[in-house]
């Protein structure tokens, strides 16, 4: 057995490099920035995966992702704080006597790449209009972020549509107070879609249609008016009809004294004895 052999016995097993991760891909929603990845093909089941972030020209591991296991991802959010720093991540594969290249995914720019949610939305109705409130939605990485949430919900496209037969219209909406939407049909259901609009981020997603009607009118109320009235008249006159008849059974039925026995009660004159 010649030295080479020997000392090749004294080293570690070194087996072929695992394969390396696929489809290394940031995911954000709101601000909530997550790295997804699929294991390399022929990956052992063993196999756990570690993440770093490119911050300041420097690799340094993401606190939380150093083994982590199969089908699992990796939290950006607190990572990536700044939405106009633009950033990197990469992944590894590893086992006890083994690790993969690293995969690296494309680069990041919170700022333009965040999917923007739908806001929370309400309407109400208010005669010949509709009052719409609409707010930002809660979020982690909103709130986590170094810039205010007003930067991405501050101005929104709001598209009006008329259920009756489908007729609809698109208004800009710049402000989280409520906002008037006028001229409308009295009495008609409207629903209304909102959508985050921003100059700088083309990704969002629209809300919910939220429908309400509009007030009726007033001319309509009056019906409803005369009608209370009507049905209010012909209880009190049926009331004072009781009232009476029942005045006049009491007058048949019940005696009276002799001093009034001469004068005259219910339309006639009751005899008085001799």
């Given at each position: 057995?010649?030295?080479?052999?020997?000392?090749?016995?004294?080293?570690?097993?070194?087996?072929?490099?695992?394969?390396?991760?696929?489809?290394?891909?940031?995911?954000?929603?709101?601000?909530?920035?997550?790295?997804?990845?699929?294991?390399?093909?022929?990956?052992?089941?063993?196999?756990?995966?570690?993440?770093?972030?490119?911050?300041?020209?420097?690799?340094?591991?993401?606190?939380?992702?150093?083994?982590?296991?199969?089908?699992?991802?990796?939290?950006?959010?607190?990572?990536?704080?700044?939405?106009?720093?633009?950033?990197?991540?990469?992944?590894?594969?590893?086992?006890?006597?083994?690790?993969?290249?690293?995969?690296?995914?494309?680069?990041?720019?919170?700022?333009?790449?965040?999917?923007?949610?739908?806001?929370?939305?309400?309407?109400?109705?208010?005669?010949?209009?509709?009052?719409?409130?609409?707010?930002?939605?809660?979020?982690?990485?909103?709130?986590?972020?170094?810039?205010?949430?007003?930067?991405?919900?501050?101005?929104?496209?709001?598209?009006?549509?008329?259920?009756?037969?489908?007729?609809?219209?698109?208004?800009?909406?710049?402000?989280?107070?409520k906002t008037v939407i006028g001229y409308?049909?009295?009495?008609?259901?409207?629903?209304?879609?909102?959508?985050?609009?921003?100059?700088?981020?083309?990704?969002?997603?629209?809300?919910?249609?939220?429908?309400?009607?509009?007030?009726?009118?007033?001319?309509?109320?009056?019906?409803?008016?005369?009608?209370?009235?009507?049905?209010?008249?012909?209880?009190?006159?049926?009331?004072?009809?009781?009232?009476?008849?029942?005045?006049?059974?009491?007058?048949?039925?019940?005696?009276?004294?002799?001093?009034?026995?001469?004068?005259?009660?219910?339309?006639?004159?009751?005899?008085?004895?001799?």
């Open positions: 057995m010649g030295p080479w052999t020997l000392l090749l016995l004294h080293l570690p097993l070194v087996v072929s490099m695992l394969p390396a991760p696929t489809n290394v891909s940031i995911v954000s929603f709101n601000l909530e920035h997550t790295l997804t990845w699929l294991p390399g093909p022929g990956t052992p089941d063993n196999t756990h995966f570690t993440v770093q972030s490119l911050r300041k020209n420097s690799w340094q591991l993401v606190k939380g992702c150093a083994r982590l296991k199969t089908r699992q991802s990796c939290d950006l959010t607190n990572t990536f704080k700044d939405p106009f720093y633009h950033y990197k991540a990469r992944v590894q594969a590893i086992t006890t006597t083994q690790k993969s290249n690293w995969s690296l995914s494309m680069l990041f720019y919170p700022l333009t790449d965040t999917l923007l949610g739908p806001p929370v939305v309400s309407v109400s109705g208010c005669g010949n209009c509709l009052l719409l409130q609409v707010t930002p939605p809660t979020s982690r990485g909103l709130q986590r972020s170094l810039s205010p949430t007003q930067l991405y919900y501050r101005q929104f496209t709001c598209k009006v549509r008329r259920t009756r037969d489908g007729s609809q219209f698109s208004m800009w909406v710049t402000s989280t107070e409308l049909e009295p009495g008609a259901e409207y629903c209304v879609t909102v959508t985050p609009s921003t100059s700088f981020n083309p990704h969002s997603v629209p809300s919910e249609p939220h429908c309400a009607f509009t007030s009726p009118t007033a001319a309509n109320t009056v019906p409803v008016v005369l009608s209370v009235l009507c049905a209010f008249s012909l209880l009190v006159v049926l009331l004072c009809g009781i009232v009476v008849y029942s005045g006049r059974l009491l007058c048949m039925h019940k005696p009276l004294p002799k001093t009034l026995s001469s004068v005259p009660l219910c339309g006639g004159w009751m005899p008085t004895d001799p």
